[in-house]
């Protein structure tokens, strides 16, 4: 524990990010993005210290002088000797984590717990990662004396450096690099860096909680978030609700908002996405410390504009969101930021495009089922003349004319969280007031019923090897009863689907099935990625493998549908970990406009109440192959092996076509299938080989042009007329 807390110490002060860290000033000269220190490889005689530095391609022509800001950083701390005060901090911080924790994952939990065992003596085993010893100088001086470039090891890795790593490759993986000694005049030269006036310690963090008491609960605490407060300018709506479970001295926060320039187009989205790295970049060096207090934040871009969330320690909370807030009222931006935050976020778009295939698959379904939808592919051409200006006014428009959602909820009283939101609105004085009407309006495509449509597109490397498919049943409503019955059937089709055409029929290695609700429409996703295997072949086997779930579904006993009723019952009965669990599911219901906050409840009742009869009529009805309700759309990635294939196809497709028909006989299976004692799977391999006998012609609706087969299609509701008027009445 001893070492352990020492190396945390160096750790923590080499890592730092607020000003006057490396980070800080690496950042400030262009050369990193990121920068994480402490102890690396570590075993019971000897370990290593490690710094590992995220560069940029600028940084790259400097690695030399990084280095050097390094030990320059090293000498300040060898100079300023170890500081006390710091160590007091880290230590009050660490025992007031080990006192508040909250296991929300109880595996993860257990599995780390089983790890300090390899480290601490079995009675430290759950607290050894939070322990700190007596401040010991000596030892620290002794420590820090180690941090020496003759002991040192620089690795360099990088693509544009590949020519230089011709001699030498890895007799596993086959990479190529290249070993060499560092010049010893180098060394000398690190060691004798000397100091640099920009940097400095961190000043003590200003997010240490004061207070960690837990606060009296209202006696008219309502069970589930209430609408508190609202104000015209700008247009907001707080809901609040009081922990009343966990008693813990944390709380949760969650804002949205909303902004009618964030989707307009393509290049609106882009912007917005700008405009949040923007905000991350600027609050670096101030939320860092905010974070070691265990007080998080997270930004997102979002369609409807932008989603806060800060999550810790209750005292602190207000005045993070105070200067978060803050930092989003933009009225400059230099050039050089600017242009680091322009490629940071056109490098992220652009690698959407390099995911592997069954993330493009379910991107493309997205795309197609979603009005409005922006997606990679139409991002990308209207951004290469976005200039500063632009960005610039955007940010400030932005702000003008917004409308806030606000949840909190935690160990914070009703009038406390008024406080910390009239806080904020002082920041928009000036903001003009906004109708929700104008706001966007995120649809869901109703997909027609009973036809095989197909969205197909390129994987963008012609080099690669894997093919994907994804097929979207979609349900509709996403009432609790139809919830829970997809969700079950969703379940059963995961553990059979993996194994008949993962196991048997081995036609791709990603195979997985699973429930999604999207704008509250329930719906049931099977992808399949492959690098074997064209995706018309794929799709014929996901559609057999839909035939023979039919039989299993027949087939299966009252007792077994049961089994997986009660372990979905004991799943929803089990309550949230944590503040931050219990916040999340209320926001998930605040921000789809159900407000269904005892859905947990309604969905036991449904569940209670369902038996194999309802649960097969459910597939007969809305998912099965012949299902007359059936809404299906399955979106296909041509990997390079398969382009021509794609090209092929396409060259039918004509310009006034929404939708081009085909008719196809789906593939056969093209291995035999191997005996299995299982009943189960006799029941699929009996199905799938009726699938296969049949003369499988089939009309398949490929859609060629999405936009105009959205605008040819109606929409679902954005939320139910009812729930409107719970809405209005709050």
């Not at 004085?429 to 104008?438: G, M, Q």
């Not at 649809?443 to 095989?452: E, G, H, L, M, Y």
């Not at 809404?631 to 021509?644: D, F, Q």
Request: overall charge negative; hydrophobic content about 35%; aromatic content about 12%.
């Amino acid at each position: 524990v001893s070492t352990q807390s020492t190396w945390g110490y160096f750790g923590d002060l080499v890592g730092h990010e607020s000003q006057g860290s490396i980070l800080d000033l690496l950042k400030s000269l262009g050369w990193a993005e990121e920068l994480c220190a402490g102890v690396g490889i570590e075993l019971e005689s000897w370990s290593f210290f490690t710094i590992d530095i995220e560069m940029t391609k600028i940084g790259l022509e400097h690695v030399d002088d990084i280095i050097s800001i390094c030990f320059q950083y090293i000498s300040m701390l060898k100079k300023e000797g170890p500081q006390k005060s710091h160590w007091e901090e880290m230590k009050t911080i660490s025992e007031m984590k080990f006192q508040s924790y909250e296991p929300s994952d109880l595996f993860h939990y257990v599995t780390s717990v089983s790890s300090t065992l390899n480290k601490y003596d079995s009675v430290h085993a759950l607290a050894g990662d939070y322990l700190f010893c007596e401040f010991n100088e000596k030892s620290m001086i002794n420590l820090v004396e180690c941090l020496d470039p003759g002991n040192m090891l620089v690795f360099i890795k990088a693509s544009e450096l590949s020519h230089l790593c011709e001699t030498q490759s890895s007799p596993y993986y086959d990479t190529k690099y290249k070993k060499e000694k560092l010049d010893p005049s180098k060394i000398q030269q690190w060691r004798s860096v000397g100091f640099n006036d920009k940097l400095h310690l961190p000043s003590l963090n200003p997010y240490i909680p004061s207070r960690l008491d837990i606060r009296s609960l209202a006696p008219d605490s309502p069970k589930y978030p209430e609408v508190i407060y609202r104000s015209e300018i700008p247009t907001t709506v707080v809901w609040f609700k009081q922990d009343d479970r966990h008693f813990k001295p944390m709380a949760s926060a969650y804002w949205t908002l909303s902004s009618r320039l964030a989707y307009i187009t393509p290049r609106h989205r882009f912007i917005n996405r700008m405009y949040v790295q923007l905000v991350k970049h600027r609050l670096n060096a101030l939320t860092y410390q905010a974070e070691i207090a265990h007080l998080k934040f997270d930004l997102d871009a979002t369609p409807k504009g932008i989603r806060v969330k800060i999550q810790g320690f209750d005292d602190k909370l207000g005045k993070l969101s105070q200067q978060l807030f803050e930092y989003l009222l933009v009225q400059d931006v230099e050039n050089e930021t600017y242009e680091i935050i322009r490629d940071q976020t056109k490098k992220a778009i652009e690698n959407i495009g390099k995911d592997q295939a069954y993330r493009l698959a379910m991107d493309l379904c997205t795309s197609t089922v979603q009005t409005p939808c922006w997606n990679y592919k139409q991002i990308i051409p209207t951004i290469q003349d976005i200039t500063r200006e632009e960005f610039i006014q955007y940010c400030i428009v932005f702000m003008r004319q917004i409308d806030i959602e606000c949840l909190i909820t935690g160990n914070l009283t009703r009038d406390h969280a008024i406080d910390i939101v009239k806080n904020i609105e002082n920041y928009f004085k000036n903001v003009l007031p906004i109708e929700r009407a104008v706001l966007p309006d995120i649809r869901v495509i109703k997909i027609p019923k009973s036809r095989n449509y197909l969205s197909i597109s390129k994987y963008p490397a012609p080099e690669s090897t894997n093919s994907a498919v994804n097929i979207y049943s979609q349900i509709g409503d996403g009432s609790p009863r139809v919830s829970v019955i997809t969700e079950i059937i969703a379940t059963l089709m995961g553990l059979k689907g993996f194994y008949q055409l993962r196991e048997v029929e081995q036609i791709g290695y990603i195979v997985a099935f699973f429930f999604q609700s999207d704008s509250n429409i329930a719906g049931i996703h099977g992808i399949v990625q492959s690098h074997i295997h064209d995706p018309i072949y794929i799709y014929s086997r996901i559609y057999g493998f839909y035939e023979a779930m039919e039989d299993y579904l027949s087939e299966i006993s009252e007792s077994e549908i049961d089994e997986q009723i009660q372990s979905f019952i004991k799943i929803r009965k089990d309550p949230p970990k944590s503040i931050s669990k219990e916040a999340e599911l209320y926001w998930k219901e605040i921000s789809s406009q159900q407000f269904l906050f005892d859905r947990k409840e309604l969905e036991i009742k449904e569940l209670e109440s369902l038996k194999k009869s309802d649960i097969l009529d459910f597939w007969n009805n809305y998912i099965g192959n012949r299902a007359p309700k059936r809404r299906r759309v399955a979106t296909l990635i041509y990997s390079g092996n398969h382009h021509e294939a794609f090209d092929k196809l396409t060259s039918n497709f004509k310009p006034d076509d929404n939708v081009v028909v085909e008719n196809v006989t789906l593939p056969k299976l093209r291995k035999s299938e191997e005996n299995q004692n299982d009943e189960h799977q006799q029941i699929f391999l009996s199905g799938m080989k009726r699938f296969d006998s049949q003369n499988n012609n089939m009309d398949l609706h490929y859609i060629s042009d999405v936009g105009r087969w959205k605008q040819a299609n109606r929409t679902y509701k954005s939320f139910p007329e009812v729930l409107r008027k719970i809405d209005t009445s709050a």
